[in-house]
């Protein structure tokens, strides 16, 4: 498509937005794949410690005798990884082209905001999230946090964790940011991957945000308040 | 009217710039919101003080030539352009904020007035079509079905007025370039440079600097022309189609 038109372009700094965003969008969907799995994970210890610990022992022994103990876990675990760098050093790199974008602000302010305040709390929220996926890490993988001392089975510390009110608190409080981080996340992939294509596709799409993140927050709730009321023992 | 301006004025492109307080009485509330200014404009230069550059050419919203934030809204708080916005959506003694677009692509040529050249930089990257310039072809010589030539109207409606830039907090032209490519791309004459299009407009936007869309919709809200935020979903099918850049050579 050469015209004479065609002003001379120099080189661009940096991958394509677009690009960008679709590293964010498909590193996003694939969280939501995880913590749909990891959800269904939880909900066996309302079957009972039991069936919960079976489960844990299962994901390192997943692929036996036919992959090696903890392949399946480690291979899962280096994606998830890859993913969370893939999705914030993109989102980095958008934020700091954003900054760049409008260096000087508006004096005036507006009355009615459009986006809802879950979506503008991607940034932050989604930090807090980073923060809070490593204190997890700490809590329940390598046991660096310990609430109520060590315990030998998963579905114990679990279950001692949760008998504590404030642990309580973090989780619930942390389900809520990534609630929202899903309602405004699952939309926005679905505008990054070129889905929203009619008036009605943005409904249909604004559906399924809201059912995922529906399902992911009161999914991963379940267990926690079951066991601070004492309800799993 | 009695109103309270606060206006952004700047001598040019260097200097710094400052907000200015200016009352203003007797306004009617059946002008237009640029009469009001032009009023303005009649005391300061009475009273030998420099008015206050804005632009505007056709007034009846339909060139995209106007354009002001007004109390943080891009055209103000009707969906419309600044030019057709009448002082009957503002109270007497109301304080009103007026600024250019904020955006480094668009900088200030002189108080209100920026260079949205940024934009025309775009288009020329890839928003047209190479036509065959002989004779005009018969109108009914290339079949468009209805839905197609509707949604491509749609998307032309977009005055390229910089609005959508000015309202997005990553002062991203996303909604610009996706009215264009729209447009364009659903028409059977858009088709042989679709994917060189998306290609090279996208480069341009990036280099220009404008931020990248996070989906908040703010654009669409301040767009004079109500254009929805599918075109930018439009965009990026049509960016992923073309290989994300990779294969511009159509």
Known sequence: MATSTAPARAARKGPPSILLKTVVAVTGLFFVFFVLFHMYGNLQILVGPEAFDEYAHHLRTFGEPMLPEKSFLWVFRILLLASVVGHVWASMSLWRRAGQARTTRYAGKKKTSYGGFYAKAMRWGGLALLAFVVFHILHFTTQTITIDGAHASPAERVISSFAVWWVVGIYALAMVFLGMHLLHGVWGAAMTLGLNTSLQRAEQIRFVSILLATIVVVGFLIPPFAILFGFIE | ?250
């Not at chain 2, 299009?197 to 990036?206: F, G, Y």
């Not at chain 2, 703010?218 to 935020?229: D, H, M, Q, V, Y």
Request: hydrophobic letters at 35%; proline letters at 6%.
């Open chain 2, 1 to 250: 009217m009695k109103l309270a301006l606060k206006i952004w004025r700047q001598d040019g492109p260097a200097d710094a710039g400052q907000m200015v307080r200016y009352d203003i009485d007797g306004v009617s509330e059946d002008s237009s919101f640029l009469e009001m200014l032009d009023l303005l404009n009649e005391q300061l230069i009475t009273s030998g003080e420099d008015p206050v550059a804005f632009d505007s050419d056709c007034r009846e919203g339909i060139c995209g030539m106007c354009g002001v934030v007004i109390n943080g809204e891009a055209h103000g708080p009707e969906r419309t352009t600044t030019c057709q916005l009448h002082m009957r959506s503002f109270n007497d003694g109301d304080e009103i904020v007026i600024e250019p677009w904020r955006a480094d692509p668009f900088p200030v040529i002189k108080d209100l007035c920026v260079d949205r050249t940024s934009f025309d930089r775009i288009i020329q990257a890839g928003g047209f079509i190479s036509a065959n310039t002989g004779s005009a072809p018969d109108a009914h010589a290339t079949p468009v079905p209805k839905e197609d030539a509707d949604r491509a109207f749609m998307a032309a409606e977009c005055i390229g007025c910089g609005a959508c830039v000015a309202a997005c907090p990553n002062a991203s032209g996303m909604l610009f370039m996706g009215s264009k490519v729209t447009h364009l791309g659903e028409l059977p004459q858009g088709q042989p440079e679709r994917g060189a299009r998306v290609v090279a407009m996208t480069e341009q936007h990036d280099l220009e600097g404008f931020g990248g869309c996070t989906n908040l919709g703010e654009c669409t809200r301040a767009c004079p022309k109500g254009i929805p935020l599918n075109v930018i979903s439009q965009l990026n099918a049509d960016y992923r189609r073309a290989g994300y850049g990779g294969s511009s050579a159509d």
